[in-house]
């Protein structure tokens, strides 16, 4: 935070530079697409290298099996290096597939993050200074690695906020939900009474705080989520 009168963060002055993922590329599903420049490799996504799609697409060229357009995104989000500075990076939103570039122009991603699993939270807006307002959105990897966007302008964060739902299937239970009162208490939140809207059936409703488990407790709770889904 920055009081008002001080010099203030300028954003369009941040430098854009890729957030590099700790992780080792596959040998077999690294490419270059110059062989005198081994240093430009990159790594494709599962998806783009099973079917053959370009190693950094963009909306203009990604197709899904069906040969439509994938109705996604692209546009620039801002993360934070430090709480004084700021990096712009441009992203490419393909399926549940989130790509990132340098910037604008660049063709070749900087890296990309899979959106399986990914749960997705509203973030309070953040008043840098007396005229910079930045809003945040965070995405939850899995196991339980958080990342925070941040967008100059609240309709661009609802832009992208509601594309990542849809690809990620995000759902509200109040949409589908009368929630009543609460059942009992267990170690890690509640579980209450509920009907079910449409059907008016009766259920019962666990409502849980993650703030309080551990990788393993997340990792378990997925696990029983996935099971129900097949129930």
Same mark, same amino acid.
């Given at each position: 935070? $920055? !009081?008002?009168?001080?010099?203030? %963060? ?13 992780? =080792? ?8 697409t ?23 697409p ?5 197709q899904?099996?069906? +040969? ?5 995104? @692209? +546009? @620039?989000m ?12 441009? #992203? &490419? ?5 989130? #790509?990132?570039?340098?910037? =604008? /122009? ?11 699993? $990914?749960? %997705? ?11 910079? $307002? ?19 302008? /609240?309709?661009?964060? @609802?832009?992208?906020?509601? !594309? %990542? ?11 589908y #939900? ?5 059942? +009992?208490k +267990? ?12 059907? /008016?059936?009766?259920?019962?409703v =666990? ?14 709770? /997925?696990?029983?989520?996935? %099971?129900?889904?097949? &129930?």
């Open positions: 935070m $920055v !009081a008002a009168g001080e010099d203030g %963060i300028d954003i369009n002055n941040a430098a854009a530079l890729r957030l590099p993922n700790a992780v =080792k590329r596959p040998v077999g599903m690294t490419l270059s110059d062989p005198n420049a081994p240093t430009q490799q990159m790594v494709m996504s599962p998806t783009s290298f099973l079917t053959g799609q370009p190693a950094s963009r909306l203009a060229s990604f899904t099996n069906d +040969g439509q357009n994938s109705v996604q995104i @692209e +546009g @620039e801002i993360r934070k290096a430090t709480e004084t500075k700021l990096k712009r990076y441009w #992203y &490419c939103l393909l399926g549940k597939e989130l #790509y990132v570039y340098k910037n =604008k /122009r660049e063709e070749k991603h900087k890296s990309m993050h899979s959106l399986v699993g $990914v749960f %997705i939270k509203d973030e309070a807006e953040e008043q840098l200074d007396s005229t910079t $307002v930045l809003y945040p959105f965070k995405l939850i990897f899995p196991p339980n690695k958080a990342r925070s966007y941040y967008l100059t302008s /609240r309709e661009e964060k @609802e832009r992208w906020m509601t !594309a %990542i739902k849809h690809v990620i299937g995000y759902s509200n239970v109040f949409d #939900y009368e929630i009543k009162q609460t059942l +009992g +267990g170690k890690f939140g509640l579980v209450k009474s509920a009907i079910h809207k449409k059907s /008016r059936k009766a259920v019962a =666990k409502v849980m705080s993650k703030k309080e488990m551990s990788v393993q407790d997340v990792e378990l709770q /997925r696990r029983e989520i996935e %099971i129900l889904k097949m &129930c």
